[in-house]
């Protein structure tokens, strides 16, 4: 027994010693059930700690997804229920160069056609996207994590029916609300 409290003890010590932490995860709570995202904190730290402070500012919260295009991805964070767009903070700079690939289940942030403009919208991708990756068409966009359960609530809103709402497309008909984004 003490000697295996011992090697935990130098296992936990090692890994103190070396600065690893785990990565932060979250929860989103939306109409349609719950998604459960890892935030790669080591690979994308600007980007993950700017999500943080919009999710830490309730930000997210009432907001909807969209944006649904069924073969391609989910995006949330930024319009109410109302399709008015939220004030945001300033841009950060693009981290698409970290290794991380677009592909299905991850989040990355939206941006513009400025490679350094995103701010508080996101993705996530429902298929496989290595057209969005780094070096593949261009600068990329920065994948920050990976949904680790509510795979199956993200396909439920990959299905939803859309319309065009003014110069907006792929609007759900019935408005996919995101309740809240939290710290787990």
């Known amino acids: 027994m ?10 936990a010590l090692m890994f103190a010693a070396t600065g690893c932490k785990k990565n932060t995860r979250v929860i989103m709570k939306t109409t349609m059930g719950d998604i459960h995202i890892e935030l790669f904190d080591g690979k994308s ?6 999500f943080l402070l919009y999710t830490d500012k309730k930000f997210y919260n009432g907001t909807i997804f969209h944006r649904v295009i ?5 995006q949330g ?3 109410t229920p109302d399709m008015t767009e939220k004030d945001t903070e300033s841009p950060i700079m693009n981290e698409a ?17 400025d490679i350094h403009s995103a701010t508080s919208q996101f993705f996530i991708n429902v298929v496989d996207n290595p057209g ?6 261009g600068y990329g966009y920065c994948v920050f994590g990976r949904v ?3 795979m199956d609530v993200v396909d439920k809103i990959r299905q939803v029916k859309t319309k065009s709402i003014g110069m907006y497309r792929d609007v759900p ?9 939290y710290r787990e």
């Open 45 to 50: 730290p600007e980007t993950v700690s700017n």
């Open 2 to 11: 003490k000697k295996i409290i011992l090697i935990i003890t130098a296992a």
């Open 97 to 113: 160069n970290n290794g991380e690939r677009n592909i299905r289940g991850t989040i990355a942030m939206a941006r513009t056609h």
């Open 173 to 181: 008909v019935e408005p996919v609300e995101i309740i809240s984004v």
């Open 70 to 74: 069924p073969d391609f991805m989910i």
């Open 132 to 137: 969005l990756d780094y070096g593949s068409r």
């Open 77 to 79: 964070g930024g319009f």
């Open 148 to 150: 680790v359960k509510g």
